[in-house]
């Protein structure tokens, strides 16, 4: 299995700022992904990171709010931007080492809070 | 009409009960099956994958019914380390082979 960590765990912050999240995985991976889970709902997908070009994005995702950054195979940022209180969620990174989705694993998240 | 749906529970048994999951998924052409499980304040896990003829794990039992869209988990000789929200997943088709569509789970309890 592939470990993967994030930084911050968790932090508070005022409407309006933005926070970067950073992704690191122990070991090469084919694909990187950005996950959101809000309170009481389940996991979804905002983009596929992609090793130096720019993310894909899922419907309601938008680069302007969620710009995404994987500079090598190891490593990613999600950015959320100007920020507000329907932000708060849980922010997952997911990285899969090979083409099969029994090879995907998640980051332990990062718990957001917008005031 | 969301991808995929389950019942939220919670399922409330006693240790050593059997208790079954069940989950159904909208797109026919949907491809891998997965149920993942996620204890509270953690990520979720791969617990195991669906096969079409049905899987087994130890005590962990997976049915696949593609005709009927539906997915189902069973678990016998429930433990307290079983309590947890147990995600039913589904890789959509082939062109998105990617994606993992997440059902927003079913919660379980079980009591000592």
């Known amino acids: 299995s592939a470990v993967i960590s994030q930084k911050p765990s968790r932090d508070i912050c005022q409407r309006g700022t933005s926070l970067t999240i950073q992704c690191q995985v122990d070991s090469q991976v084919t694909m990187m992904f950005w996950y959101r889970q809000q309170p009481g709902q389940s996991l979804t997908l905002i983009a596929t990171a992609n090793q130096g070009s720019e993310a894909t994005y899922e419907s309601g995702f938008v680069i302007d709010k969620f710009p995404i950054s994987r500079p090598n195979l190891t490593f990613s940022t999600l950015t959320v931007s100007n920020m507000s209180p329907e932000d708060s969620s849980i922010y997952l990174c997911?990285?899969?080492?090979?083409?099969?989705?029994?090879?995907?694993?998640f980051g332990p998240g990062t718990r957001l809070l917008v005031l | 009409r969301k991808e995929v749906e389950q019942d939220p529970g919670p399922f409330n048994v006693p240790e050593g009960a059997t208790v079954a999951f069940n989950c159904t998924y909208s797109n026919s052409a949907s491809q891998s099956f997965f149920w993942y499980r996620q204890d509270c304040r953690k990520e979720p896990k791969l617990l195991m994958s669906?096969?079409?003829s049905g899987n087994e794990d130890g005590r962990f039992t997976a049915q696949l019914n593609r005709a009927s869209q539906y997915i189902s988990l069973l678990i016998r000789d429930s433990k307290l380390s079983d309590s947890a929200t147990y995600l039913c997943?589904?890789?959509?088709?082939?062109?998105?082979?990617?994606?993992?569509?997440f059902g927003s789970g079913t919660r379980l309890l079980v009591r000592p």
């Open positions: 997911s990285a899969r080492r090979g083409q099969g989705a029994e090879t995907q694993y």
């Open positions: 997943v589904v890789n959509p088709w082939m062109d998105s082979s990617y994606k993992l569509i």
């Open positions: 669906v096969y079409s």
